[in-house]
C-alpha cells in the first residue's frame, strides 16, 4: 500500500481498489448481483466472462461512468463510490475503452505526450515564453514519451499520424498514453481485441514489465490466452463471480470448463 500523507487510515494490507457487493439493473433487467473483488496494489487482475456477463458494466461502475444499484466501492482507502469521473481520475483511476480512443491527425509522440501534460507545473503563459521550466519539463516530456514508445513498440511510428495505424498500434498508444498520466490503476477494457496473436503476446509482455513501476492493472477480457499474464482472475457468469484464482486453477474450474469449452 502506497503511503498518502492525506489519508494516514489506509488500512495496512488493504487492497488497492476495494469492490463490494456491487449490483445493478438496467430496467429491471439484473446485470450485475454482489459482486466482491480486491485488487492487490502492483498486481495484475483479470476480469473474465462471456459476452454480456457484466464486465464492461464493473469497469463503467468502478471508472464512474455509472452508478451502482447497490454495494461500495473503496479506492487507496477512500469511499470512491459517490464520486465523478474526473474525481477518480484525479485519485489515480484511468481506463482505456473497448475501441481505443487516439487523436487522428497528431503524431504517435504527441498522442503519448499528451498523457503527460496534467503532471507538468508550467502554466500555458510559461509555456508560450519558453521559460527555462517549461522547457526543462518539455525535454523530459520528450525523453518520458520515447521510453514508453519503445515498450510498446511504436519508436518506429513516433512522427507518423495516429490515423495510419493498425487497430493493434493504436490499442498499444491508447495504453501508452494512459501510463504517460502515472495512473495507480490502470483498467483496460479487451485490450488484445483486434490484434494478431504475436502482437497481443507482445503487449501481455508488456504489461507483465509495469509490475516493478508499481501500476496495478485491472484487465477485463475474454481472451483466455492473453489472460495468462494475470496474477488472479475473477470469472464472471450472468452477473455473478463464478470462481477465482491463478488461471490454472480458473481454467481448470469445472463451471469454468462447462461455460468455456461445454465440458
Ligand atoms: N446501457 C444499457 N442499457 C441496457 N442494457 C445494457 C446496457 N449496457 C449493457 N446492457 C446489458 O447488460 C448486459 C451486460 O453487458 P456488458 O456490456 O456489461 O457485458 P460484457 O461482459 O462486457 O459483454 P461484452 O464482452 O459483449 O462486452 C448485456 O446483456 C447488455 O445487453
Do not use: C, W
Not at 498500434?169 to 494478431?196: C, F, H, V, W, Y
Not at 509495469?210 to 490466452?225: I, K, P, Q
Amino acid at each position: 500500500m502506497r503511503h498518502d500523507p492525506a489519508n494516514p487510515v489506509a488500512p495496512a494490507g488493504a487492497p488497492l481498489l476495494a469492490i463490494g457487493g456491487i449490483a445493478h439493473s438496467f430496467g429491471g433487467f439484473s446485470v450485475l448481483r454482489d459482486v466482491s473483488i480486491g485488487v492487490g496494489a502492483g498486481r495484475i487482475v483479470g476480469l473474465l466472462g462471456p459476452n454480456g456477463s457484466g464486465k464492461t458494466t464493473l469497469f463503467n461502475i468502478i471508472s464512474g461512468f455509472l452508478t451502482p444499484g447497490a454495494g461500495s466501492l473503496s479506492f487507496d482507502g477512500r469511499e470512491i463510490t459517490r464520486l465523478d469521473v474526473q474525481a477518480r481520475s484525479r485519485l489515480g483511476i484511468t481506463r482505456t475503452f473497448q475501441t481505443p480512443k487516439v487523436f487522428e491527425s497528431l503524431s504517435t509522440r504527441d498522442n503519448v505526450a499528451l498523457g503527460f501534460y496534467k503532471q507538468t507545473g508550467a502554466g500555458v503563459v510559461e509555456s508560450l515564453i519558453g521559460s527555462a521550466r517549461s522547457r526543462r519539463e518539455m525535454a523530459d516530456i520528450r525523453e518520458r514519451s520515447s521510453a514508453l514508445m519503445t515498450r510498446f513498440n511504436l519508436a518506429a511510428l513516433a512522427d507518423a499520424p495516429a490515423a495510419l495505424l493498425t487497430a493493434g498500434q493504436r490499442r498499444n498508444l491508447e495504453i501508452a498514453r494512459a501510463l504517460a498520466g502515472a495512473p495507480k490503476l490502470l483498467m483496460l477494457d479487451e485490450p488484445s481485441t483486434g490484434l494478431t496473436r504475436d502482437e497481443a503476446d507482445a503487449l501481455g509482455q508488456a504489461l507483465k514489465s509495469l509490475g516493478n513501476d508499481a501500476v496495478t492493472v485491472f484487465v477485463v477480457s475474454h481472451d483466455m490466452e492473453f489472460m495468462r499474464i494475470v496474477d488472479v482472475a475473477h470469472v464472471l457468469y450472468f452477473g455473478e463471480i463464478i470462481a477465482s484464482g491463478d488461471m490454472r486453477t480458473v481454467q481448470a474450474d469445472p463451471k469454468v470448463r462447462q461455460i468455456y469449452l461445454g465440458t
